[in-house]
């Protein structure tokens, strides 16, 4: 599996209210920023993909325009996304048009043994943002 196939399962997995933190090395520097939060470390990134797992619904993941490479285990991608979905506490629905860039490493780089594991891509960062006019 290359950095695009896991970029687009992991859209997937978010509209079908799967687990997201799977997709993220269990390292204690990984970092996600989203619209509004950063999270640092995979505990905390686990924890907030919990939360937003059972907090929201009805997700809409439709990317424009995705860009991905690799090279020597690392990987790299970059996107627009339409990104919509409901606050189950408020019932209320967001939407916005955002930014995605990360960076990824295979597993086996990231394995002190080094084992191999079929190029098993996993976020080591993974940045959302939402454009603001100025």
Do not use: I
């Amino acid at each position: 599996m290359g950095v695009a196939t896991t970029v687009t399962d992991y859209y997937e997995a978010l509209r079908r209210g799967e687990p997201l933190y799977p997709y993220f090395a269990e390292r204690d520097d990984v970092v996600k920023f989203g619209v509004g939060e950063r999270l640092t470390g995979y505990d905390a990134v686990a924890e907030g993909l919990r939360e937003q797992s059972r907090t929201t619904g009805e997700w809409t993941v439709e990317s424009h325009d995705l860009l991905a490479d690799s090279a020597g285990g690392v990987g790299w991608f970059s996107d627009d996304v339409t990104l919509e979905w409901t606050d189950l506490r408020a019932d209320e629905r967001y939407s916005f048009e955002t930014r995605w860039s990360g960076t990824l490493a295979r597993r086996d780089v990231l394995s002190e043994k080094g084992e191999a594991a079929d190029e098993e891509w996993l976020f080591v960062g993974l940045h959302v943002s939402a454009p603001h006019e100025l």
